[in-house]
């Protein structure tokens, strides 16, 4: 693949005050190893505090992301991170354009059930989420897997999934070859890769 070809995505992941910081990080940091344009974009200011205290900065405002076409949004949990993300009439707007137009969309922990569901983004899709909010979800019950792969949707449990999660991403933007290639940079074990 040349480094046009990898430069070429662009991707989006939203943050807001209460997110879950180690997976807004590890999915801006793994996204970031394949060369892809990723923006980091608060809904709420610049500067957010995540759910554990840990002081972020945006790359910019929501608002100014609004005009973009995105090969992928990815939204990180957490909470109240995930409600203000929800809550966000302009998010809610480009995640329903992502999914009509069949590009891909992800969430992680809370995210799932806490933004797409009570958006319609979940409907007549498998997905997971971290279970303490699998209850958010009525009519339908979140799969017990670490990533769940349905469509342009991809949904994951929790933090401890967020690497898996990531990589999973990278697979589907580009091949198993730059999951590997991002997982051997990273001292992973990829022998369930090279298979």
């Known amino acids: 693949m040349t480094m046009e070809m990898t430069k070429n995505r662009n991707i989006l992941v939203p943050v807001a005050d209460g997110s ?4 807004a990080v590890t999915i801006v940091d793994v996204l970031r190893r394949t060369g892809a344009r990723v923006v980091f974009a608060s809904v709420d200011g610049l500067q957010v505090t995540a759910s ?3 002081k972020l900065i945006a790359d910019c405002l929501l608002t100014q992301c609004l005009d973009e076409i995105y ?3 990815v939204l990180p949990g957490g909470m109240p991170g995930a409600e203000h993300m929800r809550d966000s009439k302009e998010l809610t707007a480009m995640l329903q354009k992502q999914k009509n137009e069949g590009r891909l969309y992800a969430a992680i922990c809370s995210a799932p059930a806490v933004v797409f569901y009570p958006h319609g983004l979940l409907e007549g899709s498998r997905f997971t989420c971290h279970p303490n909010f699998a209850n958010f979800v009525k009519g339908t019950k979140p799969v017990d897997e670490t990533v ?4 342009n949707l991809i ?10 999660f990531a990589l999973t991403l990278v697979e589907l ?3 198993r070859q730059k999951r590997s290639e991002v997982a051997r940079g990273m001292v992973l074990d990829t022998q369930e890769q090279a298979g």
């Open 155 to 164: 949904t994951s449990r929790g933090a401890g999934t967020a690497v898996e």
């Open 20 to 23: 879950e910081e180690l997976e």
């Open 52 to 54: 554990k205290g840990v």
């Open 71 to 73: 090969d992928l949004i």
């Open 173 to 175: 933007l580009y091949d």
């Open 148 to 151: 769940v792969v349905d469509g």
